[in-house]
Nanobody, 123 residues
């Protein structure tokens, strides 16, 4: 069984920073793409950023996310991070981690989600 455990959310003032972490554990052969998504009340879940095992990144094109957020990962720890700087009230959302994982050699890849962590940007 695979688990994704997120941490690092909380309340921060506009212009502040937070660093989210997400660690994958359990029966894992390989972790491929890892990423962060977010969902605000009344809105659909949206992509924030993804990163491949080799370090190739993709960022959300809107909301200047690429200029303010940095995704990174530690393959040895099966952990992905999201450094969020210059936070704005519109960044307020539940942030979810997703990982594409194979649990055995030559096994199929499956998407797993974390439970979500709340990020609130408010003065």
């Amino acid at each position: 069984q695979v688990q994704l455990v997120e941490s690092g959310g909380g309340l921060v003032q506009p212009g502040g920073s937070l660093r989210l972490s997400c660690a994958a554990s359990g029966r894992i052969f390989n972790v491929y793409v890892m990423g962060w998504y977010r969902q605000s009340p009344g809105k659909q879940r949206e992509l924030v950023a993804t990163i491949t095992r080799g370090g190739k990144t993709v960022y959300r094109g809107a909301d200047s996310v690429k200029d303010r957020f940095t995704i990174s990962r530690d393959n040895a720890k099966n952990t992905v991070y999201l450094q969020m700087d210059s936070l704005k009230p519109e960044d307020t959302a539940v942030y979810y981690c997703k990982a594409t994982i194979a649990i055995e050699i030559m096994g199929e890849m499956t998407d797993y989600w974390g439970q979500g962590t709340q990020v609130t940007v408010s003065s």
